[in-house]
């Protein structure tokens, strides 16, 4: 039999992540979220809970995709309403992106709980939590991947065990950290040589056979040329991340000016308001005249 699974946080991620696991056979004792889940619940065909508590008592194993370190100490808190109450015998899959230190206190209180957790970080976009094609790095104990394992699978095409909890954390802050720094230099690329009056579709074609090639540039590239940025992944989420890297820099010691730098970037974007559009719209700072 597998384990009835909840899910709290049915944004974007959550959801494509619910769907994905409704039909691969798993079955989901419910959806919670701080807004209306109602749709998605009804979609497929489980119920909406109104309290963290009551997602515990409902699941066997709670998967959680929350915003940032706030809301995932509080979705946790050692007291009051909190998905730690009743958690004996639990399995919580974290995937939110949270720093390390995070991951680390909340499998310290799921532990203290009788609950296991594992970090489910994630380094891909909507598109493939929908498909089941996630790139999945893990953070815990192993009983608690191995544990978790089966669920995953469906969820992804590469899943990787990296060591104990707040190190796959540590990995991917990384891996956004340096896709950041990618995004804005290919609109710096890219917005130059269009005021420089080349052609940026050759100029693209160009980049993608030579040193200048990115993933980035694949995924990225033609629509910061067509200013199609709808949001796979927001630039608020890039500033968040680059934080995150940024401050275990500090932590180690060393000085990430490029870090910084991309970070100043979308830190721009989302004060200007421009935070829910994706990264790629970094480009509307770069490329003269779009301001």
């Known amino acids: 039999m597998k384990e009835r699974i909840a899910i709290v946080g049915a944004g974007r991620m959550g959801a494509n992540m619910a769907r994905r696991l409704h039909e691969t056979g798993h079955p989901i004792a419910g959806i919670y979220d701080v807004r209306a889940a109602e749709e998605l619940a009804q979609e497929i065909g489980a119920p909406v809970i109104h309290s963290l508590s009551e997602v515990t008592a409902a699941a066997e194993i709670i998967l959680t995709v929350v915003t940032d370190d706030a809301a995932m100490s509080e979705i946790f808190a050692e007291g009051g309403e909190s998905l730690l109450a009743g958690a004996e015998g639990r399995l919580f899959i974290n995937c939110a992106t949270v720093s390390p230190a995070v991951h680390l206190e909340v499998e310290k209180r799921a532990r203290a709980a009788g609950a296991m957790a594992l970090e489910a970080c994630m380094a891909s976009s909507i598109t493939q939590a929908r498909e089941?094609?996630?790139?999945?790095?893990?953070?815990?104990t192993r009983e608690a991947f191995e544990r978790a394992?089966?669920?995953l699978r469906d969820l992804s095409a590469t899943l990787r065990y990296v060591g104990g909890a707040g190190e796959a954390a540590k990995v991917k802050a990384l891996v956004n950290m340096v896709m950041n720094i990618n995004t804005a230099g290919l609109a710096e690329g890219?917005?130059?040589?269009?005021?420089?009056?080349l052609d940026v579709g050759m100029l693209?074609?160009?980049f993608a056979q030579t040193g200048a090639a990115s993933r980035v540039l694949e995924t990225d590239g033609e629509d910061m040329q067509n200013r199609e940025h709808s949001c796979f992944f927001s630039a608020a989420h890039a500033a968040k991340d680059s934080g995150i890297a940024l401050e275990l820099?500090?932590?180690?010691?060393?000085?990430?000016?490029?870090?910084?730098?991309?970070?100043?970037q979308f830190d721009r974007m989302t004060e200007s308001g421009r935070g829910d559009l994706d990264k790629s719209g970094v480009a509307e700072l770069t490329f003269r005249g779009r301001g």
């Open 149 to 151: 394992e089966p669920v």
């Open 132 to 140: 089941g094609s996630l790139y999945l790095m893990c953070g815990g």
């Open 204 to 206: 693209r074609e160009i």
């Open 249 to 264: 820099a500090r932590e180690a010691g060393l000085e990430l000016p490029l870090a910084g730098a991309a970070k100043g």
């Open 190 to 197: 890219l917005g130059l040589g269009e005021a420089l009056g």
